[in-house]
Nanobody, 127 residues
Framework: QVQLVESGGELVQAGGSLRLSCVSS????????MGWFRQVPGKEREFVAA????????YYGQSVKGRFTISRDNGKNTVYLQMNSLKPEDSAVYYC????????????????????WGQGTQVTVSS
């Protein structure tokens, strides 16, 4: 069993930066591909970023490419999302998710393919 806990969300002004963290309490964190998604009320969960179990391969949603950076520290069982040049439309609940690497194709943008989810952290960007 894997438990994920996100932190770092808060209220920030447009143009500012935040770094989200997601800590895994399970073992074998390095065997998991990790993703970040976000969701606003009334909308579907949106893919933000993902990183492979082995690193350094990363993937980004079009709306955040060039502004957000995903990274991981397997020694700390943690995945990060550095968010720069924040915009009001980035406001959402941000979730991290874990996908166990099984040697198959990594559908990094498909929320249904992830095995474990955190409870989310709220990011609010004021204009």
């Amino acid at each position: 069993q894997v438990q994920l806990v996100e932190s770092g969300g808060e209220l920030v002004q447009a143009g500012g930066s935040l770094r989200l963290s997601c800590v895994s309490s399970g073992r074998s964190f390095s065997n998991y591909n990790m993703g970040w998604f976000r969701q606003v009320p009334g909308k579907e969960r949106e893919f933000v970023a993902a990183i492979r179990w082995s690193g350094p391969f990363t993937y980004y949603g079009q709306s955040v490419k060039g502004r957000f950076t995903i990274s991981r520290d397997n020694g700390k069982n943690t995945v990060y999302l550095q968010m720069n040049s924040l915009k009001p439309e980035d406001s959402a609940v941000y979730y991290c998710a874990a996908d166990l690497f099984d040697g198959g194709t990594y559908y990094y943008a498909d929320a249904d393919k992830y095995d474990y989810w955190g409870q989310g952290t709220q990011v609010t960007v004021s204009s």
